[in-house]
């Protein structure tokens, strides 16, 4: 009897909750003291008033309604004047009464959230998936030209039509029987067109899903500009047919292209995402003005998250427990809903994306079998919960009365099939949740609208508390249903990851398994492993609770109240009354039947307190939860960061007359090597397959040599065994890899406490793509730089070439391939500069996002010359080559091209004296005067012998614009007093009479 009693009290204490928040915790007594409490008496013969229960909500519901007044006590008769019950749709607003004003705005705002938010989430998510598609299979930049990544980008444009057949089998298995056998009873042309209809809907979602959400909230925009504000059910069914079609492409099909996006990354087919080259594209305006822009892979990125999270919470959340957003009051709740749920629904979109990936890449097609156990427990566990999903006998009859009366409102027939549903799973969409759960747990449930609760106008003071208590009731049966099936779904699906990923860490660590090539390494690998090991532990603790605000008693009402606990012990079976006289606190009068003979009856009082939580306390505590939910991805990306080495690429580079042939690898460095080291890892190719004794000879002068090694060799075994590696006379070391498809694998040779070179490693399908270029004598460097700023470094010697001796020197900008005055005073060279990446057999991603990133900001590396924009048909985005400089004695005078001046001579030349540097300053006829310039460039080798009779000079240029260029010579004089060399600088007296003296340093 006192577990009955218990029973009891908590049912009374969850009875009294506030609606809104939905929450289970008992309520405390506002602005009372628990020893200053009203009396109380619970009273063992009070019990619930039983309805009778009927297995569906609609069974009966062919009896008439009538609107007018039944009953004075009617909670939903009375007449319809002053107790009518009517809802609006989804997007209605309330606009009787006394906040005319705010509703206005609040309207407009929800107008405004459809139009940009809605619309533009569901049709952008769809537009960059297709996008993404025709990125992967063509080259914008290079003439749509077909990529080697066609397939996968036909794969991805396949995928946007997947959620169309998952609605198609919603619609078969869910709402078949509203269009197939119907009643006889019905008209036969009212039982075609709804055949008809079903046919319609079916081709509608199976050709044209990607745009279908669009299209269904375009059509509810246009109902909610029609004026239509009373509750309306076929308008209340576009509204759910919008956004559960939305719900299907953001929680399937965005899962999918997200975790596409993620595995060709991991690939190094698309490069990591927030590098500066994928996010510094630009589009040009009327005024060239530079507007910086996305690229596609991070639209398709930031689309497919907003737009998962979107729906997540859409489905299990404003479709279950909104339903309509009518005033500020329903909004709040919403986003207290969606706050609290937040931390959970973004930790499961990002551990089954992360993981998803992970396992496509390690395990290939066999990735699907963990996804096909994930689906089938979520069949499993729909069809083992559905058969307890049924409405509350307290609230069944006033419900079933709510959605028949809202049905005879709206002159709709009622639908009845000659087949007998049972209604116990009706409304439980069972195959359309065991899809949506694969990537995001989740549990639709539609027994009823939520938007009929949404309206209480007309209703009188009781009968308002007695529709709140029907909300409450109902929503707390639904939330306890679908937080156990989603519990159930997080349990099964986090299982079978992790036991995947346990099963891929043993493969790749300890056995040959093979996998495609990534950019993981070995210790990278297992960072990632225990990520995704993290992110599941952190899922199996969500089990406590979906809703943090819930768990942490965020939604309890503010006041005072307490707990009274009664112990006692039991000494023989009997009824007794007992008066526990002065034990029971003033003002309190417990009457209670206790079974048996109790004694040492002990009366506990615990006094309880509840503070009010502000929307920023809540908005904190949600956004802390989230960052802790995800911690792992933080922690791992930040330990990767600091501890694991860049990559380093090794370049090697061979030049003819007209053209720069530079072919990269890129390479994991093994060791920490110092940054003097790394500076200087340049020099000649030697391989160590023959004469290896004396190749791994200790050596104390260092050779201007790159050691190149097969680490299948003996040569490699040679080598392992050396205790002191450091000793080698190598600026460093390169080694082939000798094992494929198995990037990951982890590498038996330790070199982590060398530092005088550096060590990388090749894999075998790059050093396959070079081997014409790993041979003996092959300059080869090996570059540590950021790439974008190695490929940008203008001056870097990747981009030497040895300039014929005898060409002239154009000041102009060449028109032919030849030698030019560049805008940084260089000698350049107009030649082709040809430069190719590998990475695991694939182009770099890195360097065709650069070249992307060029050719769309059309970038100048010569802004002194109009016009010298990158168009990537006319030449390669890369800057442009420059010159050897001459060594000492090998230095000439330049030579003018046909048609050009030689400024620098004769009795037209135009020149200036420089005091300060004791040289003197010539200009071209179209600089007309002396002009500051800042980028002068080097100054040249001595020219001539030093005689009485000669005297050596050098000389260096400044390009000021395309036609304008300045030259500066410094002449020397032979000491014949002092040290018989040419230490003597110019006079301008003696050398240049006449001459006026420069403005300008």
Known sequence: MAKETRIADQEDENGSDEPDNMSTTPVREPGKSILKAPRVTFDPKSQTELVPFKDSIDEQDDEVIDLRTKSKSSTYGGDRSSNRYSTYSMYSIDSNGKSGGAIKVFAALIVLKIVFFDIWISAGDAITDFLQGLFLMFD??????????????????????????????????????????????????????????????????????PFVPTLGYIVNLWHINGGNRDYNVQTARLELFARVAHSIT????????????????????????????????SYEDRFENQIPFFSIPMWTLCFSIVDILGCAIQINLFNVYIGTLRNVKSFKRYMNLVGGHFPFFFHAVCFRVITFAFLFIYLDTKAVIPLFIIWLSNIIIGYATVGKHKIPKQIRPKLKRMISLARQKANLPKITSEVQKKKNNENTPVWLNSFLSIFVPSCFVHIADPGLFADTSGLTDKQKEEHEQVKKQFFDHEKSFQQKVIKYQVQTSTTVLMISLAIVFYSVNFTEWKYHNNIFSNEEFNILCCVIGGLGVISYLFLLGIDVFELFHLNDKPGEGGKISIKYKERKKKQESVDMGEDVPDAVNINIQIDGDPDDITVVETPIKTNRHGALKKATISAIFTLLAVSPIIIGYTYSSLEIQSPAYVVMKITDDTTINIRMAKARLLNDPKSSSKSTAEGLLIKCGYNTENKLKCKNQQLNEILLMDMGDNCFEDFNEIDDIECLPYKGIILLENWKDRSSRPVTFVAKGVTKFPIVSISLKDSNKTSNRLQDGQFTNIIFNDFDSLLEQEKSDIYEIRCPKDDCTSMKYPAKKQKYIGCDGEVKYQAEVDMTCTSNGLPCPELESWKRKICKEKKSFEPCFDGDDVDCKVRTPFPPAQCIPAKQGEEEMPKSCTGEERFWEGSKAKYCWKETTKTVKYWSSECQKEVECANWGRWSTLIGTCTRSSSPEKFRFCRKSTNCVLMEIEKKHKDLTGSGGCTLDSSKNDDYPGAIDCKFS
Not at 172 to 200: I, Q, W
Not at 260 to 280: A, F, Q, S
């Open 140 to 209: 914008f930049y290079d003439g749509f030209k077909v990529k080697d990544t066609w397939e996968i980008g036909v794969v991805v444009l396949a995928a946007c039509w997947v959620p169309g057949l998952v609605a198609v089998l919603h619609i078969v298995a869910h709402y078949r029987n509203e269009y197939f056998g119907l009643s006889k009873t019905l008209d036969k042309d009212f039982r075609k067109s709804r055949k008809k209809k079903f046919g319609l809907m079916i081709l509608l979602c199976f050709f044209f899903y």
């Open 250 to 281: 953001g929680c399937i099909e965005a899962p999918f292209q997200l975790i596409m996006t993620t595995w060709l990354i991991m690939k190094g087919v698309l490069d990591i995402p927030w590098r500066n080259t994928m996010v510094k594209s």
